[in-house]
């Protein structure tokens, strides 16, 4: 499975960007998608999650009623909709699918397939 990720780029505070993630096979064959990100010098982390049977979301807190998370089916594509974007929201941001459980859905070893990241930067 191979994904590409698209979508980033430079916003002011405040703003929005909406990033897109294809796969190249089902993923309903893979289960979930996740988005993470990382900061220079800083630890890739979770920032939101779909199962693609049944479509439950689950957010990291920092961006809980901000970032929305949705799929197109027929397309094989996630999107990560990013409302009222911050300076600390700046990252390259990375979409994944794998078959976690519940308690390892933000964990990134739990994710086998990973897309190739892209750039987030909020200006203040």
């Known amino acids: 499975v191979q994904l590409q990720a698209s979508g980033g780029g430079l916003v002011q505070a405040g703003g929005s960007l909406k990033l897109s993630c294809a796969a190249s096979a089902s993923i309903f064959s893979i289960g979930t998608m996740g988005w993470f990100r990382q900061a220079p010098g800083k630890e890739r982390d979770f920032v939101a999650a779909l199962r693609w049977s049944g479509g439950s979301t689950n957010y990291a807190d920092s961006v809980k009623g901000r970032f929305t998370v949705s799929r197109d089916v027929p397309k094989n594509t996630v999107y990560l909709q990013m409302n009222s974007l911050k300076p600390e929201d700046t990252a390259v941001y990375y979409c994944?699918?794998?078959?976690?459980?519940?308690?390892?859905?933000?964990?990134?070893?739990?994710?086998?397939?990973w897309g190739q990241g892209t750039q987030v930067t909020v200006s203040s």
């Open positions: 994944a699918a794998g078959k976690p459980i519940s308690s390892t859905m933000r964990l990134p070893h739990a994710y086998g397939y």
